[in-house]
T-cell receptor, first 111, second 116 residues
Framework: LAKTTQPISMDSYEGQEVNITCSHN???????ITWYQQFPSQGPRFIIQGYKTKVTNEVASLFIPADRKSSTLSLPRVSLSDTAVYYC????????????WGAGTKLIIKP | GAGVSQSPRYKVTKRGQDVALRCDPISGHVSLYWYRQALGQGPEFLTY????????KSGLPNDRFSAERPEGSISTLTIQRTEQRDSAMYRCASSATNGNFNNEQFFGPGTRLTVL
């Protein structure tokens, strides 16, 4: 069963860069790594996705080492509005590549 | 443009009653997914459709749960003979292309079901 492991919670301060690392030791060769963000009382929202090396968009960067057994979501200069739960996801090849959602990382940004 | 919508947003029912939860995906989206989310947990997969075909229902907890998407657009998740343990947030998501969970999923606001 493909599984990801990420910290349960993290704190940071406004203006800081935040890095959330996720481990996925059993990632399948052809699977992607996807991150979603969820605010309280809302559905999850896609942030970024990558296969290897580095991906950057207007919201975040995703760093994936060559062995792909981990990935790091980087949020530059966070603000209070970045307080949310962040989910790291990979497909489970034994379950038709369904995304297996863990509890995510609860990120709290302080002023 | 319009996102994924779900109705009702809140549903309170008595144990033993049937409930129907509706999902209206983004227009033109091929795939539609149903999830259940408990407080403090990530979404739990229930089932998904490509067009009108139900591709995977392995996540449905038991035979009281069923889903349909007869015309490949709106979907209904039905729970028969509800039990208190069915109380949860039920979320629907859609994606533009078919069947690959790697595709970006757009989530609706959810239906909060409470079974008394």
């Amino acid at each position: 069963l493909a599984k990801t492991t990420q910290p349960i919670s993290m704190d940071s301060y406004e203006g800081q860069e935040v890095n959330i690392t996720c481990s996925h030791n059993n990632i399948a060769t052809n699977d992607y790594i996807t991150w979603y963000q969820q605010f309280p009382s809302q559905g999850p929202r896609f942030i970024i996705q990558g296969y290897k090396t580095k991906v950057t968009n207007e919201v975040a960067s995703l760093f994936i080492p060559a062995d792909r057994k981990s990935s790091t979501l980087s949020l530059p200069r966070v603000s209070l509005s970045d307080t949310a739960v962040y989910y790291c996801l990979v497909g489970d090849m034994d379950s038709n590549y369904q995304l297996i959602w863990g509890a995510g990382t609860k990120l709290i940004i302080k002023p | 443009g319009a996102g994924v919508s779900q109705s009702p947003r809140y549903k309170v029912t008595k144990r033993g009653q049937d409930v129907a939860l509706r999902c209206d995906p983004i227009s033109g989206h091929v795939s539609l997914y149903w999830y259940r989310q408990a407080l403090g947990q990530g979404p739990e997969f229930l089932t998904y459709f490509n067009y009108e075909a139900q591709q995977d229902k392995s996540g449905l907890p038991n035979d009281r749960f069923s889903a349909e998407r007869p015309e490949g657009s709106i979907s209904t998740l039905t729970i028969q003979r509800t039990e208190q343990r069915d109380s949860a947030m039920y979320r629907c998501a859609s994606s533009a292309t078919n069947g690959n969970f790697n595709n970006e999923q757009f989530f609706g606001p959810g239906t909060r079901l409470t079974v008394l």
